[in-house]
Nanobody, 110 residues
Framework: QVQLVESGGGLVQPGGSLRLSCAAS????????IGWFRQAPGKQRELVAG??????TYTDSVKGRFTISRDNAKNTLDLQMNNLSPDDTAVYYC?????WGRGTQVTVST
């Protein structure tokens, strides 16, 4: 059974950092296109960062601040988020084709 479980969200002040992690089970992440999406209240879900065929992509608003990485030994997908702003507030989801995690809330606020 394919399962994705996110962790690492929380409340952080502007300029702070968080590290999200997505634990995969039931399959091996190494063989899939994978990514992090986010959905803010009232907005559509958007791709934040993804890995596919060895290439990494970021949405423009997070370039230089966020880093996506995959740990094949642990079968996890991480998202290091630095210099966070209130605009980054959203539920963050881990995704592989055909499966979504339940999401983890990230709130950036004073």
């Amino acid at each position: 059974q394919v399962q994705l479980v996110e962790s690492g969200g929380g409340l952080v002040q502007p300029g702070g950092s968080l590290r999200l992690s997505c634990a995969a089970s039931g399959f091996t992440l190494d063989y899939y296109a994978i990514g992090w999406f986010r959905q803010a209240p009232g907005k559509q879900r958007e791709l934040v960062a993804g890995i596919s065929m060895g290439s990494i992509t970021y949405t423009d608003s997070v370039k230089g601040r966020f880093t996506i990485s995959r740990d094949n030994a642990k079968n996890t997908l991480d998202l290091q988020m630095n210099n966070l702003s209130p605009d980054d507030t959203a539920v963050y989801y881990c995704y592989v084709p055909g499966a979504w995690g339940r999401g983890t809330q990230v709130t950036v606020s004073t």
